[in-house]
């Protein structure tokens, strides 16, 4: 076997389809949000606007998050030095678990080193503690639950992004009295759209099944104190298990579920991707709650994230330019290809001190590449216009669509 080749061949097929990914080197400047310094490909620096951040608040500098973390690390050092079984579990995490219980209402609450592991090892773990259970999954579910669902090798559905009119007839062939689980997102962090939960919650009561809601993108962004969707539509109780990241708008790192604490305690004895692995450094912790108690009293940031995602909306709505159909913080505009998606990046960069990464196949249908802006509170007016201005003269000089058929 020629390994070498089979490498070289596996990175052309994605070069040849326009698809292969450079990373933008960056470095941060604490209270410069969100400008950044962008190293190039020759090695030289120069100031960028970063609008493609998932730090969606700025909360990754903000002076307290920061401070808990510096405390943290003179107190107790760097790593957590364990499993939270085995020596790994400290105060921190003790108290972010309780802060995260809090913030979602819930009796109990399960930390992971990331989002990405919660939904792969809870979702796993459910299957595998309910037999038979039956997991009804949306169409456009991230590929963690994707994987978590996989994994755990029970029987699964997939129904039409946000089509409950579907999702019920799945639930109606099942069995009755099997269990299941139905697995949706609050915010679609690619298009921006927002699920129904309450129609989705009252389909999960008519059939008996459990809701597994991932809130990633909503947490720190949405409801009085910041809890997602479900505390803004003032579902949250109904929810059975809701799903979150410490690393975007908390602008930490981590993910957790929480939920009833018989299923907290089931999946935390159960889920190997919880037992068999290092706890995140107390450092982590004590930012993420710092963070997440800052949120809670701090409406006016979530204010204002929604006027700057409104504004820039309508700016370059005015301009011609094809903004996609979105209801939450995120801007997304269709190039429609691969090729233009990533030469227009690659100019906003290199021209016009504009970082927006072009997104491409396999994290969105072919034919649907977007640019996908995220604004924060940080965001100003003129960052906006210099944007704008920068998008339209590359739509003409690439002649992209400016009225495509969005997705
Ligand atoms: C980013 C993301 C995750 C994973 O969260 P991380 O903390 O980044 O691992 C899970 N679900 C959705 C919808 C996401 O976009």
């Given at each position: 076997m020629d390994y070498k080749a089979a490498f070289k061949s596996a990175v052309a097929r994605v070069r040849d389809e326009g698809r292969y990914r450079v990373f933008a080197d960056l470095h941060r400047h604490c209270g410069e949000f969100p400008k950044a310094r962008w190293t190039n490909a020759d090695g030289i620096a120069s100031d960028v606007v970063v609008?493609?951040?998932?730090?969606y608040l700025g909360q990754g500098q903000n002076p307290d998050v920061i401070a808990a973390m510096h405390e943290a690390i003179d107190a107790?050092?760097?790593?957590?030095?364990?499993?939270r079984n085995i020596s790994g579990t400290t105060s921190y995490h003790v108290t972010l678990e309780r802060e995260l219980s809090d913030l979602h209402g819930k009796p109990a609450s399960l930390l992971f080193t990331s989002g990405y592991v919660a939904n792969e090892a809870a979702l796993s773990t459910l299957t595998k503690i309910l037999p038979g259970l039956i997991i009804f999954s949306d169409a456009l579910n991230h590929a963690s639950m994707i994987a978590g669902i996989r994994n755990g090798g029970g029987e699964r559905h997939i129904f039409r992004h946000n089509d409950l009119a579907h999702l019920e007839q799945l639930l109606a062939a099942a069995p009755p009295q099997a269990p299941k689980l139905i697995a949706f997102e609050s915010?679609?962090?690619?298009?921006g759209d927002i699920a129904d939960l309450a129609g989705t919650i009252a389909l999960a009561k008519a059939y008996g099944a459990l809701t597994y809601l991932d809130e990633v993108h909503a947490v720190g962004l949405y409801g009085a104190r910041g809890a997602g969707v479900a505390e803004r539509d003032g579902v949250m109780g109904e929810i059975d298990i809701i799903e979150g990241t410490?690393?975007?708008?908390?602008?930490v790192m981590g993910g957790y579920i929480s939920a009833d604490e018989d299923l907290i305690d089931a999946v935390r004895l159960h889920a190997a991707g919880f037992i068999f692995t290092t706890s995140l450094p107390p450092a982590l912790a004590a930012g993420a709650a710092a963070s997440i108690r800052y949120l809670k009293t701090h409406p006016e940031l979530r204010t204002r994230h929604q006027e700057r995602a409104a504004s820039l909306k309508a700016r370059f709505k005015a301009a011609g330019l094809p903004v996609m159909p979105s209801v939450s913080h995120i801007v997304p505009v269709l190039v429609g290809d691969p090729v233009h998606c990533k030469l227009i990046s690659d100019l906003l960069l290199a021209d016009h001190g504009v970082y927006v990464q072009p997104i491409n196949y396999p994290t969105v249908?072919?034919?649907?590449e977007r640019l996908r802006f995220t604004p924060t509170p940080f965001h100003t007016d003129e960052m906006m216009d210099r944007l704008v201005e920068a998008m339209n003269t590359l739509w003409t000089r690439c002649n992209v669509k400016r009225h495509g058929v969005a997705a």
């Open positions: 609008w493609c951040s998932n730090d107790a050092g760097s790593g957590s030095g364990g499993t915010v679609y962090s690619m298009d410490l690393g975007k708008a908390f602008g249908p072919r034919g649907t």
